[in-house]
């Protein structure tokens, strides 16, 4: 652990005035709008991996169809009506100030409009009740998904992280683990969704549709995932000043490899071997960290903050925002206000060796 | 202009069509307001202070060895600005419940294994750098020392929640009920308990 | 009272000791047992010291004739805080009857000068009497023989302040333990200390816990066989519950049994044999946790302990587990919330009964073990009697741990009853705790339908006189840190007053037709243990400061005294050196139920104190917060 | 200008009519009008300001949006921004800027002098205007909401919202309400008891049609909203318990209470829009619109089914099978009384004659982009894809679709429709085209790419995005859009302000329509119409002259209006007509200083009282010379 590491020196926000003004932002907008500004370098996710039409799961597959379904009978009418809109401009006479008004046919009566307006919303009444039909449909196969051998997953929402216990019949084969689920591939999981603080929603567009998880309330999602792969998730409810950086990482894989991860979760951090990373982890616990981050197997108990037991296996810090690596993680610890503002964890200027050893703890941490 | 404002405020009004005079009158009132208001996500981060070596354990009260530092100019200056700000205040009401202060001093401050908060009396004063060392130092009858484990911007803000239990705050920056079960009046709407002058620490209760 | 009944109770092993004894010729009156020749030596050696002249002799005792009798009535000591090793805090004195109890007159008392509430009992023995005090925990010794009862030594172990702070309920003391010429007391800070019992001086201290993690200890040790036991206290702040056995001469640590974790630290080995089927498997400490929830998973062993000679059985309970949030430890949480028989010699577990698995509302498990020889189905089998805070009136077979029948004492909506087959407890789930939600309607609430204060048994009536609670409570659950040093219970708590409009009860309870014989109300709840004697008068303290007297048969009130301060302590009944009948009691208000007083709480916070301070906050403040020994006799 | 009428007034009795019904000169004077035309045009101009600050939040937002992990605007920044955003646009704009079309034209539709309660309607604006200016002066103060226009509990409550942000949010709810609550019952009065004689309801044109199924759906929607905002202010200021599941309260009461409001609140910005269409389409197809009885029964049914439709904005939250299926037949349901209006018109325009003209491009660009909003409308309904669509970019896309398609391009036309009307100046074409072709191109431009980003997994209120999922493109394309309509509207700003000196003088009817208004001078006397007129038909002003052609008998030197029967519109009797008053201005202060002290203390509702109470005593206070003259006017009629 010879590299030394310097919490990174440029911040991925530009720090404005604060508290601005409007007439401030609005100034600040014109000049800064169009100049390009530094973002972190985060290896990029991946297109598709938070996407309603690329869908993991039977869930998304279904919501997936009918919106197919929608889309096409949607079109169709929105191309009729506009067929029918573009030939009555097309064909109509052009009349200017000194037209004299039609009065005489509305005087009349018009039945071929009346008839042709009838037929119109005859067919209108008909294909929405198709399409309640549809969406009817599609709600009751979502419900049927076979739970039989599900997986029981606890999901705790946050300001501003998710908690993930992981239950069994055997209490003592719990674990708990944040802000990145691995789901076997194939087996249906029955998330149970609490929120501790304001309401959030809980959504991995490619395996199914959102739930919200409100206080004082219990709500339950059943979904499955099929395909192996990296999911993302997000918050999809406002929910405080880092609603945008609440995102959830949902790792599909085969069962034996979630089997070793589950088995691996479930065993407490081992003590560090190595003398820096010794002294990181009597730093973690007589300092701030241990205040509101666990670590099994050590006295670190506190339940405010992602459980770290295992966090060097993760791949994001921060709900899903930072990449994990030792820089970052520096970095993060260092400063985290200046990745996500409005964090409740706060920064610490570390000499420069206790950062160090700090990180060196934390990547042990596998 | 809204950072240096530290009048205090008591009633801003929004200004009024053509009325250019009371909207110049209102101005410093009203500037108050933005004070109170102001969220300060970006703060400088601070060093750890030193914090005893027992790992895992808080240090048992006192450790008079804690150095309530101030980083910003000065104590009084720094403990307005914690005061008058709602969201700093409100954070501090969030590490009152974080840190387990409410499972010593109950939810509402009303006290239990620890002194009450939210009365008139003060074993170790009520000012606010005096709440703050309460709170980084510990004290002999079972408050730990919190020194090293919780930042020294957490510290402030929990001290300014501490003294809005009791009704010190201005009613518009200390806050409101909780979405708990209910534990007292919320904090905005408590009387303020004059500190009792003769309150010392027992030597023995 | 079927006179059948009480022909055919056969209290105790203490009577079968006691007649042993006498077989023996040896002069013991306090049921001591008859094993440990060493012991007995002693305890006569003691004796003939200490009870001067033949006042012993020239009593008659009331209930010779009664097969019932529990102890020999020439003793008239109290060494220990529940008097006897089966619990009974029944003394054979009978010159208090309810003829003459109004006559009754305050004898001497004696100022603590101590704020905390006074749950000791004092003890009595050697013609002194040891008052233990809440923290700071001093022992004073009181000169029976001389006018007033002067302190002829008081002895100031010095426990650290810091204990006061992370003391859940008070710094409270239920008694120290008087054996072989020595006083075991223990202090806030998790010391045990012998004294010499004439002379106040130090025998030996040792300390078992870490209080800067929230560990103390409030019991009254138990010396059974040279050994001195005790546990710790700490559940609220996610203390690893455990007993220990110190041999009684060194203060050498002999075992240690935990409540929770792996079966070598529990000490369950192969003469393990639980009745239920639920207690049976290998590290069930362990593996009815979550993760390593079991490390600060409470359990911790704060109650009177029994020990049945006989069947060589140490009996205590477990207190519930950490934190009161139970959505952070699913699982059954063993072996919290229950009793083990244990052989003291050895600490090894031989049964283990869960009254409430899971707790879902801060019930422990550690209130007395009565134990007595009851009829049941025809014949008699020795039991264990155990009113718990979960509202029901256990009767277990103390051999085998079997349930023989639970019935509830005071309103129960936690649960709706015991189920015989299993064992198990049939929580309701309408109350049960979720997190976010305020469960209402909780009854009883977390001190249960009764909390320490230890009843007391009466084998002339059959009775078991239990002071408790009728309260009720709403309770919100939240997810807590464990930050080692402070509380760990994460759930709010109001109380309130339960069905009925009174707080308190004092209810004579007959375990064998399974039912109260009758019920005295209070306004606040009986926080003092009771107090049986062969006179048929029982006697209990109040709250708001009253030391009453009432019929042991029918209940009636005979007799009050108003003290200066509320009584949360525990009566005594002795016989002085000058061969009279005293009652004894320390009145001085506190404990959880009193804490709002004794520290002044905010009541404005109807969760100040766990919910108890507004619950409370029509307690008149007392003349004086301080503690003081009231000791009365008939004129 | 077109010939003098027939029976033109004589010049002495124009200009005592004039004096009558003029305003006290000065400052005052104007403080003191209730002349619907003053304060309507006021009402109008205020709501499009707040228009404009409302866009040039949107455009910041757009801003920092361009690109991923932007730094432009903070989170806290941003949180105030989409709030206010969404507040100014629904509560300060959407509907308020109908209700002033509705007090500008409604009287003038139906051929009044004035407007029912008049000095109610000046009270109306001036608690709006306040309101407004009350939450953009804390926003200014850095104490702008910032808990989402729809104030979801418990993040608007008073754990996650400290400060006093939220309460100026919930403290605005009152003001509009108030106000919105006043207007409706001006609005339904005066459509009710003010029509010209023989404006029976099966002739009151389909503008003022869709003004009093409006006014009617205020009336009943707002209450659950002011409710609701009264709960969340007393459980901040005074620590009650309505949103708070501890103490027996519920979150989810908020939403319901909310969202039976608010999706209401969605239709009474559409309908008036619906309205503007009919009023447009009519004139530049040069006939009457088709199916008229078809056209209101819709109205009508539209406002119906909208109060059944409430909880298709919760369908993420836990609930019960049935009812989400019920709720998704009806928002599908409601599709149909607007597809009957949509056909309707597209028959009105297969018969008419077209005239193109600027009011017309923007009705006719209505049918693209609303119906385009209208079947994602029937998406949303559907409650599994409603679930993955549900609070992302998606929704913004269609419910900026529905809002701008259906309520501000018809409004955009209506502006230049009845410009002329209000100032006597016509708009210029020219730049009519280049406002409205920017305007269409920059909006799809804008809202179009949302869809697909929604689909993609964008999250809505979200300050930032990381990059590589994808979004970056859309995002870039949003906000390349987002200029092109801050160009146009500051297009139709020039445009206004140029024409208003510049324009083509109008004349009294230079579009040749139908309605009333345009049977008066551009812009309209003191008194609306020197003779207030009978109709006898639908298109009065397109049909052959009838007579009785005028009202007469009616005071020119005193304040009379005609009071006639709902039904038929038979002249009733004649009513004495208010003087113009400072009180309803005074009131708004004394109201708005209640209102904003119990922000800060609940005991403003107590000492903030006596003002409001001696206000509007001294409003209500009898004047001797008005009881004398309208006693005297009623013992000898002229």
Known sequence: MATRIRPLQRRPHARGPEPRTFAAA??????????????????????????????????????????????????????????????????????TRDTPPELQGPLRGEPRSARLVAAATGASAVGLCGLIVASVLTDRALARLPLSNALHVELTAHQWWWQARYDDADPSRTFETANELHLPAGRPVLLTLHADDVIHSFWVPNLSGKKDLIPGRTATLALRADVPGRYRGQCAEFCGLQHAGMALEVVVEPDAAYAAWAERQRRPAEPPTDPQAQRGQRLFLAGTCAMCHAIQGTDAAARRAPDLTHLAGRARLAAGTVPNGRAQLAAWIADPAAFKPGTNMPGHRYAPEDLDALVAYLETLR | ????????????????????????????????????????????????????????????????????????????????????????????????????????????????????????????????????????????NGMPAFAGRISEEQAWQLAAYVRSLSGQLRSDVAGGRSDAMGSGEPEQRREREVPRPDAAPPTVR | MPSSFRATIAALTLCRAS????????????????????????????????????????????????????????????????????????????????????????????????????????????????????????????????????????????????????????????????????????????????????????????????ISRGETITMAPLVVKGKVLVGNSGGEMGVRGWIAALDAASGRELWRAYSTGPDRDVLIGPSFRPYYAADRGTDLGEKTWPGEAWKTGGGNVWGFLAYDPQLDLLYHGTANPGPWNPEQRPGDNKWTSGVFARRPDTGEAVWFYQWSPHDLYDYDGVNENVLLDLPFDGR??????????????????????????????????????????????????????????????????????????????????????IPHQNMCQDTRVYETS?????????????????????????????????????????????????????????????????????????????????????????????????????????????????????????????????????????????????GQLYVFALP | MSEPPADAVPAAEAARLHATWSDPPGLLGRLASIDHKVIGRRFIATAFGFF????????????????????????????????????????????????????????????????????????????????????????????????????????????????????????????????????????????????????????????????????????????????????????????????????????????????????????????????????????????????????????IATAFLSFGLWVHHMFAT??????????????????????VQIFCWIATLATGRLWFRTPMLFALAFFFILVLGGMTGLMLASVPLDLQVHDTYFVVAHLHYVLIGGAVFPLFGALYYWYPKMTGRLMSERLGRWNFWLFFVGFNLTFFPMHQLGLEGMPRRVYTYPAGLGWDGLNLLATVGALVIAASVALLLFNAWRSARHGEPAGDNPWQAATLEWATASPPPRANFDRPPVVHGREPLWEAPREPRHVKGLATDAREVLVTTVLDAQPDHRAGYPDPSIWPFVSALATTVLFVGSIFTPWAAVWGLAPVAIALTAWFWPKPHETDAHLRMERAPR
């Open chain 3, 19 to 210: 007649r042993f004894e006498r077989r023996a010729g040896v002069e013991t009156a306090r049921g001591r047992p008859a094993h440990g020749i060493a012991l007995l030596l002693t305890v006569a050696a003691v004796l003939s010291a200490t009870v001067h002249g033949a006042t012993g002799e020239t009593r008659v005792p009331q209930a010779s004739q009664a097969a019932s009798a529990p102890a020999d009535p020439a003793d008239g000591g109290w060494p220990m805080a529940t008097r006897d090793y089966a619990n009974t805090r029944y003394s054979p004195l009978a010159d208090i009857t309810p003829a003459n109890v109004a006559t009754l007159k305050p004898a001497f008392s004696f100022r603590t000068g101590v704020k905390h509430g006074h749950e000791a009992a004092p003890l009595v023995a050697e013609g002194l009497m040891f008052v233990v005090t809440p923290f700071p925990n001093r022992l004073h010794a009181l000169d029976l023989a001389r006018p007033g009862a002067p302190p002829r030594w008081t002895f100031d172990p010095q426990p650290q302040p810091l204990a006061r702070g992370v003391a859940c309920c008070d710094g409270v003391n239920r008694g120290a333990a008087y054996d072989a010429g020595r006083v075991f007391i223990t202090t806030l800070d998790t010391q045990v200390v012998a004294v010499e019992a004439q002379s106040g001086r130090e025998l030996w201290r040792r300390r078992l816990g870490d």
């Open chain 3, 380 to 465: 008699r089998r020795p039991v264990l009697v155990h009113p718990d805070r979960n509202g029901y009136v256990y009767v277990l077979d103390r051999a085998s741990g079997q349930v023989l029948s639970a019935d509830p004492f005071v309103r129960i909506t936690t649960s709706t009853g015991v189920d015989l087959a299993s064992g198990r407890l049939k929580y309701d789930p309408r109350t049960e705790p979720r997190a976010g939600q305020t469960v209402r309607n909780i009854c009883p609430h977390s001190p249960g339908g009764k909390d320490w204060q230890p009843s007391a048994w009466s084998p002339r009536t059959g009775l078991l006189y």
């Open chain 1, 26 to 95: 609005a100034l600040a907008a014109l000049v800064l709008g169009l100049l390009p500004l530094a973002a972190v370098a985060a290896p990029p996710f991946g297109a598709g991996s938070q996407d309603a039409l690329r869908t993991g799961g039977p869930q998304a597959a279904l919501i997936l169809d009918l919106w197919r379904l929608l889309l096409a009978v949607c079109g169709v009418v929105f191309a009729a009506v506009m067929a029918a809109f573009g030939v009555a401009l097309w064909r109509a006479r052009r009349g």
């Open chain 2, 1 to 140: 202009m809204c950072s240096r404002c530290r009048e205090r405020c008591h009633r801003p009004r929004p200004p009024r069509p053509a009325l250019g005079l009371a909207l110049a009158l209102s101005l410093p009132l009203a500037l108050a307001g933005c004070e109170r208001e102001a969220r300060r996500l970006e703060l400088p981060p601070s060093a750890p202070l030193a914090a005893p070596s027992k790992a895992g354990v808080l240090y048992p009260g006192p450790y008079a060895s804690a150095p309530v530092r101030v980083t910003a100019a000065d104590p009084v200056v720094r403990g307005q600005r914690v005061e008058e700000n709602a969201y700093a205040v409100s954070q501090g009401k969030r590490w009152f419940r974080w840190f387990n202060c409410s499972g010593c001093h109950a939810g509402g401050g009303g006290g239990d294994m620890g002194p009450p908060l939210s009365d008139d009396r003060w074993l170790y004063g009520h000012e606010l750098p005096q709440v703050v060392a309460s709170i980084l130092q510990g004290r002999p």
């Open chain 3, 482 to 626: 464990y930050i080692a040093g402070t509380p760990f219970v994460g759930a709010e708590v109001k109380m309130y007053t339960g069905p009925g409009g009174q707080r308190g009860r004092l209810t004579a309870w007959d375990p064998v037709s399974r039912r109260p014989a009758w019920s005295v109300e209070e306004p606040f709840p009986v926080w003092s243990g009771a107090l049986a004697t062969a006179g048929d008068v029982v006697f209990y303290g109040t709250m708001d400061g009253w030391f009453k007297a009432v019929d042991a048969k029918t209940g009636r009130a005979l007799w009050r005294y108003k003290t200066a301060s509320g009584i949360v302590g525990q009566p005594v009944s002795y016989r002085g050196p000058d061969g009279r009948q005293y009652v004894a009691v320390l009145a001085g208000v506190g404990g959880w139920a009193g804490a709002g007083v004794t520290h002044q709480l905010d009541a404005r916070d109807p969760t100040a104190a766990k919910g108890f301070a507004a619950a409370m906050k029509d307690l008149p403040k007392p003349e004086s917060l301080e």
């Open chain 4, 52 to 299: 404009l600050a409302g866009g040039l939040l949107a455009a910041l937002m757009r801003l920092q949006l361009a690109r991923p992990q932007n730094g432009l605007v903070g989170p806290d920044l941003y949180a105030q921004l989409f709030t206010m955003h969404g507040t100014t646009m629904m509560f300060l704009f959407a509907v308020p800027v109908m209700q002033a079309f509705a007090v500008y034209l409604v009287p003038l539709m139906v051929g009044a002098r004035s407007i029912a309660f008049p000095r109610m309607n000046a009270f109306a604006y001036w608690i709006y205007l306040m309101g407004g200016l009350m939450l953009y002066g804390a926003f200014l103060l850095n104490v702008g909401p910032d808990a989402g226009w729809f104030a979801y509990v418990p993040l608007a409550g008073p754990e996650y919202s400290p400060g006093k942000r939220v309460d100026f949010w919930a403290q605005l709810i009152t003001f509009t309400e108030l106000s919105g609550l006043l207007e409706a019952i001006v609005i339904i009065t005066t459509v009710f008891k003010l029509r010209a004689p023989g404006m029976a309801l099966h002739r009151v044109p389909l503008f003022v049609w869709a003004m009093l199924v409006t006014a009617f759906m205020v009336l009943f929607a707002m209450p659950a909203v002011m409710l609701a905002s009264t709960g969340l202010i007393l459980d901040r200021l005074v620590g009650t318990h309505f949103y708070n599941p501890g103490e027996g309260g519920d979150a989810l009461l908020w939403q319901h209470l909310f969202w039976f409001f608010g999706h209401p609140e969605v239709y009474f910005i559409f309908i008036p829009g619906l309205g503007f269409m009919s009023a447009l389409l009519a004139t530049f197809s040069r006939r009457p619109v088709f199916g008229y009885s078809a056209m209101v029964l819709s109205l």
């Open chain 4, 318 to 339: 836990n609930l019960p099978e049935l009812g989400k299926s019920f709720f998704t037949a009806a928002s599908m349901m409601i599709a149909i009384p607007s597809a």
